[in-house]
């Protein structure tokens, strides 16, 4: 790794490590290699290109599609001390030839422009006389035609880089299938060998998908769980958004619209007013998001349906950019699928043809019962293994056994075809419940051997049945109007040929509540003053306040106390050029509030350079503290109530204190609090000698998905703690190690 990277990145970015693949991306540049970098958004891709323009000694071109994209990163590098500019149609005839003249002079290090512009005769005249060392094409899944974005001028870049052809070729984009990435490296005739994929997973996003039933209620409920936060509601229409945005406005929310039938000058004045937080909800269509670089927002609703995974995986992350928690909510209806599905229709064969290919795998995703990050990540060609994430709905919903719902799915077939299969989900559930409805009487459909037949399940029940018929193709539903219909493999569900299986169980709304937190036990109360400190500087400087310092490095310093220069600068995110800027403003505010509450510096845990976390997080030793409180107690209620956690969050802390720091004592209690019959908790402890303990999915299979993960997570720990032998306990030295680590 060269030395010089790492000491610009320490020394004007302020971090001390770099992130998944940042490295080894770094290395290639510089050793004059083409890349081709695939990292999702927010995980970095940006320093990938920034630090390799730094050492080289000549101009990088970057080509960017959006002009608010652009402005953010000349703002950001601006701030840092790092000579950038950019040039665009938004540019008057003064800014425009400074620009020129400091790029002619070479004090530019990096140079912004969308295509359009490159293709200028201007543009290449000035480029001509330039010596250009690396050409950087970002939003690289433009150039694809399997891609969601594809833009036909991004294709001529294939031919600007033979005008360059002694330049490193660096493509970067955060949505790219296998296909879209084969089709980029084809385009820019780039080797396999120098090819640079990162997870697409985004572990600090908590992923819901929630049935679309009372929207604007539920958007309200929503909402109300992020005060004084940022977030973004993603509508389709322009009509919508506006809606939305006088409703929220007339509740009081602190709100704006954005839509591309806004005046060019309405669009930026809302877009500056969210960025710097001036407003903290956005209302917004698709037009709105790829050039937003706000590291602090903290939930995003999709209020309809977009129209492709990649669309939702690019606006999805617009969230959590600072690395900390946020949310991200999908209302979802059958509703919404015909308004995405009108659209298509409109487009030619082959782009129809495309469009519902991804449309389905947006369906499939939604309509998943299985962690939501595994579809997801599977679409962008990448294997999920883990058995919970612990941060989607699926995964936190309580597992119910599979039921055989082969008779009620009989009795909704049957409803359909005696209804001329001319009617939605929604009908049929009130004759199969037996509604009173005048249009029930009317169309005399009381009279109807499937009326009152269906009591048996819930509304939400026989909804969730007929999405399971829709999904295995026993039933279609009309695109135009909504009426269900039989398909062929409904025959053999009516004879009794073929069953019909699935999770019967009324959906729970959760929503994880999200809030500015990190793993970091913070303060609060100076968190808030320097949140006010950084958008005064912000406002005096023109610039958003998350140029100044992001809300992962104010958390770091509500958190240290730093009341010197010395200790500033080793806050995650503090430079050297930031510290001569700002340092001051900031330590006079820490050291107040600390004189005031007689707070004093707290030492900041060294660091491995190799890994990417700032410092050991305290709850790093989170399981440890509830694993001696247990041992002490032996009470799960006592210990839930005093801790104010969920049962599960309790049992993954005490397994981890079990398998990885010391044992728990023998104790019957986590056997108590099983609901199984004997019977059934022997299978269990069989399958446990059979299969082990260390993932619990092929347990949950061995029992033929009849037990719930609850229970699983009970009777692992008590087969544990039985069985101490099979426990794996560190060492007593390691366990002292880890102890020591924790209270440091």
């Known amino acids: 790794m060269s030395e010089q990277a790492l000491q610009i990145l320490k020394s004007v970015f302020g971090y001390d490590a770099f992130r998944s693949h940042q490295q080894a991306i770094i290395d290639n540049i510089i050793k004059g290699n083409d890349t081709l970098a695939i990292m999702p958004t927010g995980g970095g891709k940006s320093i990938c290109y920034q630090i390799p323009a730094l050492i080289f000694p000549g101009l990088t071109l970057v080509i960017s599609p959006l002009i608010s994209l652009m402005e953010d990163?000349?703002?950001?590098?601006?701030?840092?001390g790092i000579p950038a500019t950019l040039l665009n149609s938004t540019l008057n005839a003064a800014e425009y030839n400074q620009a020129v003249r400091n790029v002619h002079k070479g004090t530019v290090k990096l140079l912004y422009m969308a295509p359009e512009t490159l293709m200028l005769d201007r543009t290449q005249q000035l480029l001509n006389t330039t010596n250009i060392d690396c050409l950087t094409i970002d939003e690289a899944h433009c150039i694809s035609e399997w891609g969601h974005d594809f833009r036909p001028e991004y294709r001529q870049l294939a031919d600007m880089r033979k005008r360059f052809p002694h330049a490193v070729c660096v493509a970067l984009t955060a949505t790219a299938t296998p296909q879209v990435q084969q089709d980029i490296k084809q385009t820019l005739h780039m080797s396999d060998s120098n090819e640079f994929i990162a997870s697409f997973n985004r572990n600090n996003l908590f992923l819901e998908v929630i049935e679309k039933k009372k929207p604007l209620t539920q958007m309200i409920q929503l909402i109300e769980k992020y005060p004084n936060q940022s977030g973004i509601i993603y509508c389709n229409s322009r009509k919508q958004v506006d809606?939305?945005?006088?409703?929220?406005?007339?509740?009081?929310?602190?709100?704006?619209?954005?839509?591309?039938?806004?005046?060019?000058?309405?669009?930026?004045?809302?877009?500056?007013?969210?960025?710097?937080?001036?407003?903290?909800?956005?209302?917004?269509?698709?037009?709105?998001?790829?050039?937003?670089?706000?590291?602090?927002?903290r939930f995003v609703l999709h209020f309809d349906m977009p129209?492709?995974?990649?669309?939702?995986?690019?606006?999805?992350?617009?969230?959590?950019?600072?690395?900390?928690?946020?949310?991200?909510?999908?209302?979802?209806?059958y509703g919404d699928i015909q308004k995405v599905q009108f659209f298509i229709n409109q487009k030619s064969p082959q782009e129809q043809r495309i469009a519902n290919l991804h449309l389905n795998a947006l369906i499939a995703f939604a309509e998943s019962e299985e962690c939501r990050r595994a579809p997801l990540l599977h679409y962008f060609g990448e294997d999920y293994v883990q058995e919970n994430c612990g941060l989607c709905d699926n995964c936190i919903s309580e597992k119910q056994p599979i039921t055989d719902v082969t008779i009620s799915a009989q009795k909704l077939l049957s409803c359909i075809y005696r209804t001329g299969q001319l009617f939605g989900s929604s009908y049929l559930i009130e004759i199969l419940r037996g509604s009173k409805s005048k249009k029930i009487r009317e169309r005399q459909h009381h009279q109807l051997p499937t009326y009152g037949i269906g009591t048996e399940l819930s509304k939400p029940q026989w909804q969730q049945l007929s999405r399971k018929?829709?999904?295995?193709?026993?039933?279609?539903?009309?695109?135009?109007?909504?009426?269900?219909?039989?398909?062929?493999?409904?025959?053999?569900?009516?004879?009794?040929?073929?069953?019909?299986?699935?999770?019967?169980?009324?959906?729970?709304?959760?929503?994880?509540?999200?809030?500015?937190?990190?793993?970091?036990?913070?303060?609060?109360?100076?968190?808030?003053?320097?949140?006010?400190?950084?958008?005064?500087?912000?406002?005096?400087?023109?610039?958003?306040?998350?140029?100044?310092?992001?809300?992962?490095?104010?958390?770091?310093?509500?958190?240290?106390?730093?009341?010197?220069?010395?200790?500033l600068i080793n806050i995650s995110g503090v430079g050297n050029v930031k510290l001569n800027q700002y340092g001051d403003a900031f330590l006079l505010e820490i050291t107040n509030f600390c004189q005031q509450h007689t707070l004093a510096e707290t030492i900041i845990p060294e660091i491995n350079s190799n890994k990417i976390s700032r410092s050991k997080s305290p709850t790093t030793a989170r399981h440890i503290e509830i694993g001696l409180l247990f041992t002490q107690l032996k009470n799960l209620d006592q210990l839930q109530t005093t801790l104010n956690i969920k049962r599960k969050t309790l049992l993954d802390h005490l397994y981890k204190y079990q398998?990885?720091?010391?044992?728990?004592?023998?104790?019957?209690?986590?056997?108590?609090k099983s609901r199984l019959s004997k019977q059934q908790q022997a299978k269990v402890i069989q399958a446990m000698e059979s299969n082990g303990t260390e993932r619990l999915r092929p347990i949950f299979e061995t029992l033929q998905q009849q037990v719930s993960y609850d229970e699983l997570h009970l009777l692992r720990l008590h087969y544990l703690t039985q069985n101490s032998s099979m426990s794996q306990g560190l060492t007593n030295q390691a366990t002292q190690h880890t102890l020591t680590d924790s209270c440091n």
């Open 73 to 80: 990163q000349v703002d950001e590098l601006t701030a840092l």
């Open 469 to 567: 018929l829709l999904q295995n193709h026993i039933i279609v539903q009309d695109l135009e109007f909504g009426s269900l219909k039989l398909t062929e493999n409904a025959r053999a569900v009516l004879k009794g040929e073929q069953k019909v299986t699935i999770r019967l169980t009324q959906r729970i709304e959760k929503t994880k509540k999200s809030q500015a937190s990190t793993n970091l036990s913070y303060n609060q109360a100076l968190f808030d003053i320097l949140r006010i400190c950084r958008k005064n500087l912000a406002d005096q400087e023109n610039v958003p306040p998350y140029i100044i310092f992001s809300d992962k490095t104010l958390i770091e310093m509500s958190t240290y106390f730093p009341q010197s220069r010395e200790s």
């Open 659 to 672: 398998t990885e720091v010391a044992e728990l004592p023998k104790t019957e209690v986590f056997l108590k």
């Open 243 to 297: 809606q939305l945005a006088k409703i929220l406005s007339d509740s009081h929310y602190s709100v704006a619209a954005y839509h591309a039938g806004l005046s060019h000058e309405e669009r930026k004045a809302n877009q500056s007013a969210f960025v710097r937080d001036n407003i903290q909800i956005m209302v917004a269509t698709i037009a709105f998001g790829m050039g937003i670089n706000k590291s602090n927002v």
């Open 307 to 333: 129209k492709n995974i990649e669309s939702y995986y690019q606006q999805i992350g617009r969230a959590g950019r600072d690395g900390l928690p946020a949310c991200c909510h999908f209302l979802f209806s």
